[in-house]
């Protein structure tokens, strides 16, 4: 299944720039409570462009704080599905939230931890809302699938979305494969350390369409059962990832940034990112 646009060797190339950055696309930076000043000395020594997703409103306020505190995080707002039915009866007030955030996410459906049919209307309905809303201001999405991966691929179809991110995705292949066709990214994170299927994934989806993620701080404590992820765990990810693909460390770094620019590259928010960082 390496199919992919890279020859051996191929990546990197005069692009050498790029090489000294990190892309977290998905993290929780709320969820750090003491930790937090730690975290972001990490973020800034080890260069981690840190996307901080936010699974509600004030986890998005709390976030949000940290973006004038360091240049290197860009904080977005979603309601997460596991928090859908405590929003879906009055969607209207979160509006002016979604228009703030630059991308919007954490956003999606989950029918493996969440096995309650009422709980599922809920999440398609405030999955919809946020889907429309992303795609009438052409926003990136940031989507949880998890158990869930047809209809997520139904609804982005059915809305027309041109832009979107699957994050941890540990679903079918050929449910992969039609969500690859519709030009959609999946950014892979600390699961493939350990996880056949999720290395599966992994080496699967197209070069060009491959992003990496922590979930920090809880992604790697619910897999491990020890300790909260800190920013350097995309270290590991990274360097696994590379061991999956045959690439050099700073091959994947490049072109993961590569995929994360292209990404972006219609987003008027992106680009101080862009001109600070590509230096
Ligand atoms: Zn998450």
Known sequence: ???????????????????????????????????????????????????????????????????????????????????????????????????????????????????????????????????????????ILNIHSKGAEADVNTILGDLSVRRAILHWYSGPIDTLQELAEKGFYFSLGVEMLSDPHIQLVARTVSAELLLTETDNPGGYKWLTGTTIGTPALIRSVVAKLSDLRGWRHEQTKHQILENFWRLVADDRWARRYKAEMEV
């Open 1 to 139: 299944m390496r199919h992919d646009i890279l020859g051996a060797g191929e990546v990197g190339g005069s692009h050498s720039e790029n090489l000294g950055m990190y892309l977290d696309m998905h993290a929780h930076l709320d969820k750090y409570e003491a930790e937090i000043a730690d975290v972001i000395g990490e973020i800034k020594a080890n260069r981690i462009l840190t996307v901080s997703v936010s699974m509600d409103p004030q986890a998005y306020l709390k976030s949000k704080e940290l973006d004038s505190r360091c240049e290197w995080v860009v904080s977005t707002f979603g309601i997460h599905p596991w928090n859908a039915p405590a929003y879906h009866a009055d969607l209207h007030v979160l509006d002016e939230l979604i228009a703030q955030s630059p991308m919007v996410g954490e956003i999606g459906l989950d029918y493996h931890f969440i096995t309650d049919p009422v709980q599922h209307e809920a999440q398609r309905h405030v999955f919809r809302y946020f889907v429309q809303k992303g795609v009438a201001q052409d926003k």
